[in-house]
């Protein structure tokens, strides 16, 4: 941190560390490489530019590839690598990384859509292959391509299933080859091979089982209408024991008390209405009739 810090504010040195190389110019041109340690310039007329050397790991985006035989495969690959000529790695390519990338990205789809269904198996084929053509680039750029591999190279669900499809035809086509030459009969051979329960040669049916089964089909009705018959009055006689568990509604059956008071109100009001014939005719005359009654003089009986 002192060095660096050192650096800033003086501008006369600058410092490499190990794993690390700086090309130097001068003026604007490239003069040299120089390795790890602390390296004198001139400010302004000399400057250095530093670049790991070390081995990178480069990671690959995911990649869809379609085969020869048009079935799709998604790739992941993975590719170890050092720069070997910092001069070219710096002056013969613009950003190292991102044209490495798609470089490799290139001739892995070039090789690996070339081959087959049998072929995309034999993973090492396809590394050399590839590495075959990235020397150009190892050459123009400074770059060694230490190691290439795959974390990942599988075919896509609709290719998955179409592969399962065909391996499981073959399997049952080898079975039925073996079937026929065992001597099975080829109807039989094919209800095995496709898993069919299936009756190759059907015989009739005789009379007396079809007797049998009429027989159980009418003794199962007559069971059936039985046990509802049973239920219908297990139902019935449920709702009976409920009725009467429940007796009668006591908020409606008057008491005793009850209907004395009536008795006594209905004797009174028969009692007035026979001492007092006039009442009734008086009362349906309205107040208008009875005060005139009133205020009339009554004759004096002798």
Known sequence: MFLEFLQGITGVFVVVYDGQHALKFTLGRAKGVVGPGIHWKWPIVQRFRVEETKHTTLDLEPQVIQLADDLVYEVDAKVLYQITNLHKALIEVDELVTAMQNRIVMAIQGVVSQQTRDTITDVDAIVGSILEHLRTMEE???????????????????????????????????????????????????????????????????????????????????VEEELERKRREERRAAKERREHDKGPNPARTPTTATRRTTRMRSTLRSAAASSDPSSSSCAERGPSSSTRSSSSPRPIRS
């Open 140 to 222: 123009q750029w400074g770059v060694r391509i230490l190691q290439l591999g795959f974390s990942n190279i599988s075919p896509s669900p609709a290719t998955l299933e179409i592969t399962q499809l065909d391996l499981l035809a073959r399997e049952r086509h080898k079975l039925y080859s073996e079937l026929i030459d065992q001597g099975t009969a080829a109807d039989a051979a094919v209800a095995l091979v496709t898993g069919a329960v299936v009756a190759t040669h059907p015989l009739p049916e005789p009379q007396g089982l079809r007797d049998e089964r009429g027989a159980l089909a009418s003794a199962r009705l007559d």
